[in-house]
T-cell receptor, first 110, second 114 residues
Framework: NAGVTQTPKFQVLKTGQSMTLQCAQD?????MSWYRQDPGMGLRLIHY???????DQGEVPNGYNVSRSTTEDFPLRLLSAAPSQTSVYFC?????????FGPGTRLTVL | AQKVTQAQTEISVVEKEDVTLDCVYE???????LFWYKQPPSGELVFLIR??????QNEISGRYSWNFQKSTSSFNFTITASQVVDSAVYFC???????????FGEGTQLTVNP
């Protein structure tokens, strides 16, 4: 199993650009989520999904969209990037209580 | 609302010293789960332990041990005889029964010097 994979590893955007961060898992996990990590703030939940076709907002959802058309994939979309979205983004998946994280995407918005 | 506090932002020790990382949590749920994750300099998040709110037994795994005290809402993590490879950021986290929303603490940067 590849586990949780994320692409790209690094990305630089200009303010106002859009992009999609990809997340995939091959463990048939129902639950997937996106977090952002900022210095001194730990990880904060952006959006999560308890199964295909079901998504919900986390603690910091503004500026981000998600969809879950398949069990394997859970992309995170930034429609109009802002400097405040400069962060490291982690995707996670779980079958039970323990969440397993992908390697992260480091995003810089200029 | 749930909250996790790791008051120690940074800790620096010399190799072979014992070190304890503190974690205090707040929740209104009667059933919940607590976790510790390790983030080494390479950046990935590594799951270390899960503890549910009904199990207050301390746990030991090699040089790692965890002390869960419901009375003080604490879930502290001790590394015995620290090694340079233990240098990392350690996160404490909390979730309710469904496990759908993990609340993380701010993290503690542990540096173990040779």
């Amino acid at each position: 199993n590849a586990g949780v994979t994320q692409t790209p590893k690094f990305q630089v955007l200009k303010t106002g650009q859009s992009m999609t961060l990809q997340c995939a898992q091959d463990m048939n996990h129902e639950y997937m989520s996106w977090y952002r990590q900022d210095p001194g703030m730990g990880l904060r939940l952006i959006h999560y999904s308890v199964g295909a076709g079901i998504t919900d907002q986390g603690e910091v959802p503004n500026g981000y969209n998600v969809s879950r058309s398949t069990t394997e994939d859970f992309p995170l979309r930034l429609l109009s990037a802002a400097p405040s979205q400069t962060s490291v983004y982690f995707c996670a998946s779980s079958y039970g209580i323990v969440q397993f994280f992908g390697p992260g995407t480091r995003l810089t918005v200029l | 609302a749930q909250k996790v506090t790791q008051a120690q932002t940074e800790i620096s020790v010399v190799e072979k010293e014992d070190v304890t990382l503190d974690c205090v949590y707040e929740t209104r749920d009667t059933t919940y789960y607590l976790f510790w994750y390790k983030q080494p300099p390479s950046g990935e998040l590594v799951f270390l332990i899960r503890r549910n709110s009904f199990d207050e037994q301390n746990e030991i795994s090699g040089r790692y041990s965890w002390n869960f005290q419901k009375s003080t809402s604490s879930f502290n993590f001790t590394i015995t005889a620290s090694q340079v490879v233990d240098s990392a950021v350690y996160f404490c986290a909390l979730t309710e029964t469904s496990g759908s929303r993990l609340t993380f603490g701010e993290g503690t940067q542990l540096t173990v010097n040779p």
